[in-house]
């Protein structure tokens, strides 16, 4: 029969099947003795190696960065943040100015339409930080400099290719839009952030 008595099983009692007292991890780590010192001399260090943030060219600006893919995971990531909270907000308000009769509506209310508008806004503005931010260097490699031209043309582009499947006067709506917000943003930068 097995060791098995019952529904446990009683450790205790089974016999060792491999001969050997049983190791447990303090027993293995006992015997590992690393030190900063043969650290250094496994990873073949001969002294503390510090990074050069100065080596890299970094393009000056409002907000200072290494390259296009600086600036496209940053303006993603803020702007994402931005339109979620202005979704999250506007929700709020929404849900607030609902007639609910008792607490309990009222919060599943407030709850459904910051759900309901927060992402939707959010992932929406990340779509288009993306799309432009992909775009404005795609031109900027290719004319060469980066300017007040690829921004604006970034935004009328990534507009018209947002909503192209809407029809085109919505296309060209949003891209007349996303134009002139690219415009008014590439201002605001020369004039708050002189460089």
Not at 28 to 38: E, I, K, T
Not at 46 to 55: F, H, M, S, T
Not at 103 to 121: A, Y
Not at 141 to 148: F, L, Q, V, Y
Request: proline fraction near 4%; aromatic fraction near 10%.
């Amino acid at each position: 029969m097995s060791s098995f008595s019952s529904n446990t099983y009683d450790y205790q009692s089974s016999p060792n099947q491999f001969g050997t007292d049983p190791v447990a991890v303090s027993d293995f780590l006992a015997r590992v003795n690393l030190g900063p010192s043969q650290l250094r001399e496994i990873a073949g260090l001969g002294a503390v190696d510090y990074l050069r943030l100065d080596e890299q060219v970094v393009t000056p600006g409002a907000l200072p960065s290494r390259g296009g893919f600086d600036d496209l995971c940053y303006g993603t990531g803020t702007t994402y943040l931005a339109g979620l909270t202005f979704g999250g907000v506007w929700g709020l308000m929404e849900g607030l100015h609902g007639h609910s009769p008792n607490f309990k509506l009222r919060l599943n209310t407030i709850l459904n339409s910051v759900t309901r508008r927060g992402p939707f806004i959010g992932n929406s503005c990340g779509i288009l930080a993306m799309g432009y931010n992909t775009i404005n260097g795609t031109i900027g490699s290719i004319r060469g400099k980066h300017d007040s031209v690829n921004s604006i043309a970034s935004g009328a582009l990534i507009g018209l290719l947002f909503k192209s499947t809407a029809g085109l006067r919505a296309a060209g709506t949003a891209s007349v839009i996303c134009a002139a917000t690219a415009g008014t943003w590439t201002l605001a930068k020369k004039y708050f952030f002189k460089y």
